[in-house]
């Protein structure tokens, strides 16, 4: 990471868990190390929508479906975003949470982001976005320097 001005992670790990997994947090302690070692203090990474467990929040669709398919690597991302946010106030991190992630082309419409939230409690987005949509929003917060130590929920527009 020598020369380096940021560290942009989308680590994601494919697949149903069945048992506790400690894969994001495990990644980020050793990114965030070298990172330090570096000396480079800026950092954006991507969980997903609804990364604390809010049951009573959330809409039935997350308790229903979403919950049981990926829980357990929702559960090890709040654990990762809690570690950034408790011991690594040293650096400059943005969290990103997207929800379902797509494989489209962009889409050229302008984002939304609701800042410190895990979702969009007024149901007003799409729930999906391209992949590289969250790559461009991702590149154009460390050029324009937004959102240090903080976390965001990401969403594209619902077409209604």
Do not use: W
Request: hydrophobic share 40%; aromatic share 10%; with cysteine.
């Amino acid at each position: 990471m020598e020369g380096c001005t940021a560290v942009l992670s989308a680590l994601g790990q494919p697949g149903l868990q069945i048992s506790a997994m400690t894969f994001y947090e495990d990644s980020m302690k050793s990114i965030v190390s070298a990172m330090r070692n570096a000396k480079v203090k800026r950092l954006i990474c991507v969980t997903a929508f609804y990364t604390k467990y809010q049951p009573e929040i959330y809409p039935f669709k997350f308790k229903l479906i979403i919950r049981p398919m990926i829980g357990r690597h929702l559960d090890s991302m709040f654990i990762m975003e809690e570690y950034l946010e408790k011991e690594c106030q040293d650096l400059d991190y943005t969290i990103v949470r997207p929800p379902r992630l797509l494989d489209d082309r962009m889409i050229e419409k302008e984002v939304k982001v609701n800042e410190n939230g895990y979702f969009f409690p007024d149901q007003s987005t799409a729930n999906r976005i391209p992949r590289a949509n969250v790559a461009r929003f991702m590149l154009d917060i460390l050029k324009d320097e937004k959102y240090p130590r903080q976390a965001v929920a990401i969403d594209m527009t619902s077409a209604a």
